[in-house]
């Protein structure tokens, strides 16, 4: 599977973005998904993730009720809404992929994985 995220950019504090994750290479739907992210000086943290069905989602603490991750396993998307930007969103984030149909935040746990786009959240 190939994982390709986009719709990075710089934006302000409370402005919205959705990034979206591109997968090929054979289908998709069988894999849980997930959103990582790393800010500057940052280990590389867990932000959201949802399973194969789109049926169990979770999220980091610190974007609970303001991100939001979904799925079209239709046309092979995995998408993350993000309202309420702040700056300490500020990070590189990846889309990767485990062989699971269960998502987990250990990144080990993840086979899969996109280049980066970056987010840059201005005060």
């Known amino acids: 599977v190939q994982l390709q995220a986009f719709g990075g950019g710089l934006v302000q504090a409370g402005d919205s973005l959705r990034l979206s994750c591109a997968a090929s290479g054979r289908t998709f739907y069988s894999n849980a998904a997930a959103w990582f992210r790393q800010g500057p000086g940052k280990e590389r943290e867990f932000v959201a993730g949802?399973?194969?069905?789109?049926?169990?989602?979770g999220y980091v603490d610190s974007v609970k009720g303001r991100f939001t991750i979904s799925r079209d396993n239709a046309k092979n998307m995995v998408y993350l809404q993000m309202n309420s930007l702040k700056p300490e969103d500020t990070a590189v984030y990846h889309c990767a992929a485990p062989e699971s149909g269960i998502y987990s935040r250990s990144e080990s746990d993840y086979r899969y994985w996109g280049r980066g786009t970056l987010v840059t959240v201005s005060s």
């Open positions: 949802i399973s194969w069905s789109g049926g169990t989602t």
